[in-house]
């Protein structure tokens, strides 16, 4: 069955540091991947896109990888704040077009 | 900023009732969807809508359910008749196009709590 994986235990880090979260999926053959945010009680905020051509995407403090070989993709949020801290989603698009997610990883960034 | 918006926050129903979870997605949007969040779970996609029909729905989204646009603004998210495994949060996203390079965009969410 398709699988869509993210650590389930929180990242704690401290601030200014990298953070970095994976997604690793199963059954899939993405065409793209993208990154949401959710903080507690809302809905999820899009933040990155990436396609299966491209190895890395970056936008200010993100960076985003994607490897379909491995079948993974590792968020990296550079000089983490503690506004960072927040629930990080990877949705895959497989064959429609309806993102599917990922139960997504806690991040909390201490000051 | 254009935002789309859920009414009401939050809405408490006895087992068996009907609930109507209420949207207004973006203006110039053309696509919408249903999403739920049971607490502490992961996000479900539950159906999308285009062109005034259902274009896609998950296993999740039985008889139980449908979705309306009645007119030109509202899209909305119908539960006939409530179950307790219903409670959850359940968002509204809209979408200008369904190509690759589209994102959604998510309401605040409504708290659905049957009882």
């Known amino acids: 069955s398709q699988k869509i994986e993210q650590n389930s235990e929180a990242l704690n880090i401290q601030e200014g540091k990298t953070a970095t979260l994976t997604c690793n999926y199963t059954?899939?053959?993405?065409?793209?991947l993208q990154w949401y945010r959710q903080d507690p009680g809302r809905g999820p905020v899009f933040l990155l896109l990436?396609?299966?051509?491209?190895k890395e995407k970056r936008k200010e403090r993100l960076k985003v990888t994607f490897d379909t070989t491995l079948k993974q993709s590792l968020f990296h949020i550079t000089a983490s704040q503690p506004a960072d801290s927040a629930t990080y989603l990877c949705?895959?698009?497989?064959?429609?077009?309806?993102?599917?997610f990922g139960r997504g990883t806690s991040l909390i960034v201490h000051p | 900023e254009p935002e789309v918006t859920q009414t009401p926050s939050h809405q408490v129903t006895q087992m068996g009732q009907e609930v109507i979870l209420r949207c207004v997605p973006i203006?110039?949007?053309?696509?919408f969807y249903w999403y739920r969040q049971i607490l502490g779970q992961k996000v479900e996609f539950l159906v999308s809508f285009y062109n005034n029909e259902i274009s896609e729905k998950s296993e999740i989204f039985d008889d139980q359910f449908s979705v309306e646009r009645p007119d030109g603004s509202n899209f909305t998210l119908k539960i006939r008749s409530t179950k307790l495994e219903d409670s959850a949060m359940y968002f509204c996203a809209s979408s200008p196009g369904q190509g690759e390079n589209t994102e959604a965009f998510f309401g605040q969410g409504t708290r659905l709590t049957v009882v």
């Open positions: 203006s110039n949007h053309l696509y």
């Open positions: 990436i396609r299966e051509n491209e």
């Open positions: 949705a895959l698009r497989g064959g429609s077009y309806i993102p599917t």
């Open positions: 059954n899939y053959s993405p065409a793209y």
